[in-house]
T-cell receptor
């Protein structure tokens, strides 16, 4: 069975602060995919990143960065210099690499960035 | 390019009524999914269709039925709505089982 835990239910920061959203996963598979999605107040779900478990290199995209550590089963997401537009619910998800499988989502972390 | 389109976007039902949520994608994706989102529960899979002609239960299938009408369309039916089915429903699709999901805008259903 697969499981994704996002222990932080809600995080509040002031604009320009850095913030890290934690994601810990459980799987018996040796290869898998990890994802992050963003859900802004408007409600749509926006894909942010997919990471193959083969690739443990950290990834940076503008103010966003992701730290994948297979040894601790974590795939944390950091927003640098947060902005009000980053306010959203963020979901981490896991999918098996081999065979057909569906996405298992964490319960999400609500990020509130105040001016 | 419309992506994934869900209808209706809002619906209010009385307990015991039936309704169908429609979903269509124009990306020629093989797999389609129905999720529900409830506060504090994240996204939970109701049913999915790995490919045209197949459907399978997800985590919370009770009270729902689905139909993969063709490659584009995947509908979700509530035969006898219950207040516990008040939720936001998302349809999603993916080209194959490795890719990210593309989501519709969601359908907010209230059962009184």
């Amino acid at each position: 069975a697969q499981k994704v835990t996002q222990a932080q239910t809600e995080i509040s920061v002031v604009e320009k602060e850095d913030v890290t959203l934690d994601c810990v996963y459980e799987t018996r598979d040796t290869t898998y995919y990890l994802f992050w999605y963003k859900q802004p107040p408007s409600g749509e779900l926006v894909f942010l990143i997919r990471r193959n478990s083969f690739d443990e290199q950290n990834e940076i995209s503008g103010r966003y960065s992701w730290n994948f550590q297979k040894s601790t089963s974590s795939f944390n997401f950091t927003i640098t210099a947060s902005q009000v537009v980053d306010s959203a619910v963020y979901f981490c998800a896991l999918r098996r690499h081999s065979g057909y499988s569906t996405l298992t989502f964490g319960k999400g972390t609500m990020l509130l960035v105040s001016p | 390019n419309a992506g994934v389109t869900q209808t209706p976007k809002f619906q209010v039902l009385k307990t015991g009524q039936s309704m169908t949520l429609q979903c269509a994608q124009d990306m020629n994706h093989n797999s389609m999914y129905w999720y529900r989102q409830d506060p504090g529960m994240g996204l939970r899979l109701i049913y999915y269709s790995a490919s045209e002609g197949t459907t399978d239960k997800g985590e919370v299938p009770n009270g729902y039925n689905v139909s993969r009408l063709n490659k584009r369309e995947f509908s979700l039916r509530l035969e006898s709505a219950a207040p516990s089915q008040t939720s936001v429903y998302f349809c999603a699709s993916t080209p194959d089982w490795t890719g990210e999901l593309f989501f519709g805008e969601g359908s907010r259903l209230t059962v009184l």
